[in-house]
C-alpha cells in the first residue's frame, strides 16, 4: 500500500498541490503537518509511520518535505528499511525498491545538502561584504544620537519617561534600553 505525507512549513501556505500528486500517485491514506521541517515531533509524520507495513511505500511529493539534513534524511530511510518499507519521492523520481533507487537517493540527497551549504555560505559572504562596506543589518535604530540626548536632557529636567518617550515617538522600554534610568 501507498501511504503519503504532505508537508508545508507555515499555516498560511497551501497543502493541495502535495496532496494532489500523492492522490495522483494512488496513495491510499495522506498524513500531513503544516509546521517547520526542524521539527523532530511531527504529528502527521508519525501517524504516517505507524501505519506503515511490510512491503508498504511511503511516499513524499519531495525529498526536503522529510528534512533539512542529509544525516536525517538518510537515517529516516535506513528505518524504513529496517521496516521493509520502500520510499518513494514523486519530484525527484527516487524509488528504494530498487538498487538504482537506493543509489540515487543517496545522491540526491547529498546533492540537497551541497545546496543548502552553497546557499548558506553566499549569503554569510554577502552579509560579510555588506559589512566590510559599512552596511548595518536589521532594522533601522529608532533612537539616533540626537534623540538619546534630547532624552538626557528632557528627563534631567523632570519630564516623565512615559512623555518623553511619546514626544520621541518610541516605547517607554526603547526609551531605556538607551537611556538607563540610573543615568536620569
Known amino acids: 500500500m501507498y501511504i503519503g505525507y504532505a508537508r508545508v512549513s507555515t499555516q498560511d501556505q497551501n497543502l493541495d498541490l502535495q496532496i494532489a500528486a500523492l492522490k495522483e500517485a494512488e496513495c491510499k491514506k495522506i498524513y500531513e503537518d503544516q509546521l517547520s521541517g ?4 511531527r504529528p502527521g509524520l508519525q501517524n504516517a509511520l505507524d501505519q506503515l ?7 513524499v511529493w519531495k525529498l526536503d ?7 536525517g534524511l538518510i537515517d529516516f530511510v535506513s528505518v524504513l528499511e529496517e521496516k521493509k518499507v520502500h520510499f518513494k519521492s514523486l ?3 527516487i524509488d528504494t525498491s530498487t ?3 537506493r543509489f540515487f537517493f543517496h545522491i540526491m540527497a547529498s546533492m540537497a545538502q551541497m545546496e ?5 555560505e553566499r549569503t554569510r559572504a554577502g552579509l ?7 552596511k548595518v543589518g ?14 538626557k536632557k528632557l528627563l534631567a529636567n523632570g519630564i516623565p519617561p512615559k512623555e518623553v518617550a511619546n514626544n520621541l515617538g518610541v516605547s517607554i522600554p526603547t526609551l531605556y534600553r538607551w537611556v538607563p534610568a540610573q543615568k536620569t
Open 116 to 120: 543548502r551549504d552553497l546557499i548558506a
Open 99 to 101: 538498487p538504482m533507487g
Open 138 to 151: 536589521g532594522r533601522k535604530r529608532q533612537m539616533t544620537p540626537s534623540k538619546i540626548e534630547s532624552a
Open 65 to 71: 518535505r522529510l528534512g533539512r539534513s542529509v544525516k
Open 38 to 41: 526542524l521539527r523532530a515531533d
Open 53 to 59: 507495513r511490510e512491503g508498504d511505500t511511503f511516499v
Open 128 to 134: 560579510d561584504a555588506a559589512r566590510q562596506r559599512g
Open 91 to 93: 519530484t525527484d523520481h
